[in-house]
């Protein structure tokens, strides 16, 4: 079955400093998803890329879909304690999408 | 207003029991689905429905059922529950397929069998 991998699971950084989490497909998706949850919280709804090479930008956030569709990334600039979470990504057909296992950040102040 | 909602919030239960966890959503969305959170925050689709329609049924073990009484709401009833089952259960609805719009989560069952 679709299997989507997400790496790093886990990433501590300092306050300020930047944030990338990786998501990848065996095999080429329709589209792709990201939540975050906030610990102890429900999966929120982030973004969709649906177009090959499309980059969205939300204020710190900027969500990239690969040439290929097979892989998206998820970067933050200048993290907040705010931005604390798991971060998930989603990708697969359009009746069913497959979750990433989401990398955990942690934002040392 | 809460956009999806489910109930109980927590759930302790001893093996063998029978129990159910309900959610409704106020969208007017079409798809409903119970995704299974395990503990290391692995989410996996369980049950997806589509007009109180079935259309997608995971390998989950037969002693979960899925019910969809109209398709606001979408009930899940576990039976003989094992100690395996502990996870927190999401509830979430989307207008179509969850490829095409944003899902909408409830807050979650945190489901304990001891």
């Known amino acids: 079955g679709q299997q989507v991998m997400q790496i790093p699971q886990y990433q501590h950084v300092q306050e300020g400093e930047d944030f990338t989490t990786y998501c990848n497909s065996s095999?080429?998706?329709?589209?792709i998803q990201w939540y975050k949850q906030r610990p102890g919280g429900h999966p929120v709804f982030l973004i969709q890329?649906?177009?090959?090479?499309e980059v969205k930008k939300q204020k710190r956030l900027t969500f990239q879909f690969g040439e290929a569709k097979k892989n998206s990334s998820l970067h933050i600039t200048a993290t907040q304690t705010t931005d604390v979470g798991t971060y998930f990504c989603?990708?697969?057909?359009?009746?069913?999408?497959?979750f990433g296992i989401g990398t955990k950040l942690q934002v040392i102040p | 207003d809460t956009a999806v909602s489910q109930t109980p919030k927590y759930l302790v239960t001893q093996m063998g029991n029978d129990k159910s966890i309900k959610c409704e959503q106020n969208?007017?969305?079409?798809?409903m689905y119970w995704y299974k959170q395990d503990s290391k925050k692995f989410l996996k689709i369980m049950f997806s429905?589509?007009?109180?329609?079935?259309?997608i049924n995971e390998t989950v073990p037969n002693r979960f059922s899925p019910k969809s009484p109209d398709k606001a709401h979408l009930n899940l009833h576990i039976n003989s529950l094992e100690l395996g089952d502990s996870a927190v259960y999401f509830c979430?609805?989307?207008?179509?397929?969850?490829?095409?719009?944003?899902?909408?989560f409830g807050q979650g069952t945190r489901l304990t069998v001891v």
């Open positions: 979430a609805s989307s207008q179509r397929g969850i490829g095409y719009t944003e899902a909408f």
């Open positions: 095999t080429t998706l329709s589209n």
């Open positions: 890329l649906v177009k090959s090479g």
């Open positions: 989603a990708g697969g057909g359009y009746q069913k999408v497959t």
């Open positions: 969208l007017g969305h079409d798809t």
């Open positions: 429905y589509n007009n109180k329609e079935l259309i």
